[in-house]
C-alpha cells in the first residue's frame, strides 16, 4: 500500500516524520481532515511511511487486556476543571513531578488542537478537558525521541490511533528503543472517531461572524454549576463570554 493511496489515514503524522527526504507532508482533505499527502517527485519508494502507518492492513496492534482500573481525581477542582474524573492531570503531575515532559492536546492562539509539550505544572490546564476534533501532532513525535533519548520520562496523550503512531514511529526512529520504552507513558481514549479541523473552523466563523467579534477561547464541557447541558463555551473580544 502507497501511503499517498491511504483513504483510512487518521493524520497521526509518523509517516511524515519517518520520511528521510521530506516527501511527505500533511494537509487538510477536501473534508478539513488532516491526512497524508506525497510528493511523488521526492519519493524515493523506501517504504519507511508504510512502516509506521498504524492503519496499514498488515498491522496488528491490539495487546490482551490485563487489568482495568477504574479512578477519579480526590481533589475537587482538578475534577472541575478535566471533562471527566482528572486521571491525566494525576498522571502528568507525577511526570512533571520528577522532571519528564508531557504532551497532549491543546487550542493554540488560532482556536486549532494541536499537541503540544509542557515540563511546567504551569501550564496543564492548557492540556485539560476534551477537544472534539482531530489535532495536529506537529513535530510532537521528534520530541518525544530526543526527550527519551536524553533520559527523560515522558507521559504522550491522544486517540488510539496517533498513540499507535507514535510507538511505530519510536520503534523505526529511536536509537535501542527497548532501552527507552520504560520511560515511555501513553494515555489514548475511547474514540469514537474526530470531527473534521475544517468543519470546526468554520463553526468558529459562524461565531464571529454573528457576533461581529473575534473569538479568544473556546472550550469543551466545562462544569459550571448552572450550566449542566452547556457542552460548548466561547468568548469573543470584548466580551465575558
Not at 472517531?193 to 467579534?213: C, H, K, L, T
Request: charged share 25%.
Amino acid at each position: 500500500m502507497h501511503i499517498g493511496e491511504n483513504q483510512h489515514c487518521c493524520g497521526c503524522g509518523a509517516c511524515q516524520g519517518i520520511c528521510p527526504v521530506h516527501a511527505v507532508k500533511m494537509k487538510n482533505d477536501r473534508e478539513g481532515f488532516i491526512r497524508a499527502y506525497v510528493a511523488e517527485e521526492k519519493c524515493i519508494s523506501c517504504g519507511m511511511c508504510t512502516a509506521v502507518c498504524p492503519v496499514s492492513p498488515d498491522k496488528s496492534l491490539f495487546s490482551e487486556t490485563r487489568k482495568v482500573f477504574a479512578a477519579v481525581n480526590k481533589d475537587e477542582d482538578t475534577v472541575r476543571r478535566s471533562s471527566s474524573g482528572g486521571v491525566f492531570s494525576a498522571l502528568a503531575r507525577e511526570l512533571l513531578d520528577g522532571k519528564g515532559a508531557v504532551y497532549g492536546c491543546a487550542m493554540n492562539e488560532n482556536i486549532e488542537a494541536v499537541h503540544i509539550r509542557i515540563t511546567d505544572a504551569g501550564e496543564l490546564d492548557r492540556l485539560r478537558r476534551s477537544k472534539y476534533v482531530q489535532s495536529n501532532t506537529g513535530e510532537t513525535f521528534e520530541e518525544v525521541r530526543k526527550d527519551l533519548e536524553e533520559g527523560r520520562k515522558v507521559l504522550y496523550s491522544g486517540t488510539p490511533c496517533q498513540i499507535a503512531g507514535l510507538r511505530l514511529y519510536l520503534e523505526k526512529k529511536c536509537r535501542d528503543f527497548k532501552t527507552w520504552a520504560g520511560s515511555l507513558y501513553c494515555a489514548d481514549l475511547i474514540c469514537h472517531g474526530v470531527p473534521s479541523p475544517g468543519m470546526f473552523a468554520e463553526n468558529i466563523r459562524f461565531w464571529q461572524r454573528r457576533y461581529s467579534q473575534s473569538m479568544d477561547t473556546y472550550e469543551f464541557r466545562l462544569k459550571p454549576d448552572n450550566c449542566r447541558n452547556i457542552y460548548f463555551f466561547f468568548c469573543v473580544a470584548g466580551s465575558g463570554g
